[in-house]
């Protein structure tokens, strides 16, 4: 069974740099036919997409954040990361990371999520 | 960016009641909608993807139809299980974007 757990610091201080780490079990990373996104959800509001890296490394971010953004496979260790760089309390939010199965035309929703971890920017 | 809209953004409902809620879509996304049920405290669960396909292990009373820009999720006989925040997931034009959610609710 796919399973997908983020992990890293809770609080994170204005102008510093938010690094998750998102392991994955029960199938492998470096599967040719997924994408790995990292999603967000502010306080009492939707959903925002962040960005994706596929099996191969490349990567496609939100523009809205892509200048403050990295998203990298390490497959040795099954694990995805995210790291936004210049935070201020406007990047306080839930973090996922999720799996997206490929069609091979880059259309892809989640099939499977981890259940988030709640990242807080204050000084 | 595409703008998801869901309507409503609440609904109280019963157990055995059958629910729609629809999602629209600021532009065309042919049949690229998925629909997620997020419960608090976990990820949120895939439950259709491609407007109408059910997702594995998903229960039959989940169903999605629509194309284009206009799209309903439809839970038939509500179960107390289901009463959670529902999304709508564009995934035809970057970035995806998400409705902003219908809260299902105990009546």
């Known amino acids: 069974q796919m399973q997908l757990q983020e992990s890293g610091p809770g609080l994170v201080k204005p102008s510093q740099t938010l690094s998750l780490t998102c392991s994955v079990s029960?199938?492998?990373?470096?599967?040719?036919?997924?994408?790995w996104s990292w999603i967000r959800q502010h306080p009492e509001k939707g959903l925002e997409y962040i960005g994706n890296?596929?099996?191969?490394?490349?990567?496609y971010y939100n523009p809205s954040l892509k200048s403050r953004v990295t998203i990298s496979l390490d497959t040795s260790n099954s694990q995805l990361s995210l790291r936004l760089s210049s935070v201020t309390a406007a990047d306080t939010a839930v973090y996922y990371c999720?799996?997206?199965?490929?069609?091979?035309?880059?259309?892809?929703?989640?099939?499977?999520w981890g259940q988030g971890t709640l990242v807080t920017v204050s000084s | 960016d595409v703008q998801m809209t869901q309507s409503p953004s609440t609904l109280s409902a019963s157990v055995g009641d059958r629910v729609t809620i629809t999602c629209r879509a600021s532009?065309?996304?042919?049949?690229?909608l998925a629909w997620y049920q997020h419960k608090p405290g976990k990820g949120p669960n895939l439950l259709i993807y491609?407007?109408?396909t059910l997702q594995s292990g998903v229960s039959s009373r989940f169903s999605g139809s629509g194309s284009g820009t206009e799209f309903t999720l439809t839970i038939t006989s509500l179960q107390r299980d289901d009463f959670a925040t529902y999304y709508c997931?564009?995934?035809?034009?970057?970035?995806?974007?998400f409705g902003q959610g219908t809260k299902v609710e105990v009546k």
């Open positions: 491609e407007a109408s």
């Open positions: 029960g199938g492998s990373i470096s599967s040719g036919t997924y994408y």
């Open positions: 890296i596929y099996y191969s490394g490349s990567t």
């Open positions: 999720a799996r997206g199965p490929s069609d091979g035309r880059g259309y892809h929703h989640f099939d499977y």
């Open positions: 997931h564009q995934y035809n034009h970057y970035p995806w974007t």
């Open positions: 532009q065309s996304i042919s049949r690229w």
